[in-house]
């Protein structure tokens, strides 16, 4: 599972990221089911203690790449929110 699929989604170097439509594509996306289940998996394992440093090193990207789509999701509401304002 690469766990940077949707950032490479949002950071196509093909379309603009902050033009409304960009925001607009990012603050939609959304993780996908199986990504979900397989972060919610090896959380488990890690709360067990029972995780396989390849899985350790899965589950932390997961976890690193939830928290830098999240931030470009707040980047991205607030590029929307400033253009309604203006």
Excluded: H
Aim: net charge negative; proline share 5%.
């Amino acid at each position: 599972m690469n766990a940077f699929a949707e950032l490479e989604q949002a950071l196509d170097p093909t379309l603009p990221l902050f033009t409304e439509e960009g925001a607009r594509r990012l603050v939609a996306m959304t993780p996908s089911p199986e990504r979900i289940a397989r972060m919610e998996w090896l959380a488990e394992k890690c709360d067990e203690g029972v995780l396989t440093t390849n899985e350790r090193g899965e589950y932390e990207s997961l976890v690193y790449s939830a928290k830098l789509l999240s931030i470009l999701r707040l980047k991205a509401e607030a590029f929307l929110a400033s253009n309604k304002a203006a």
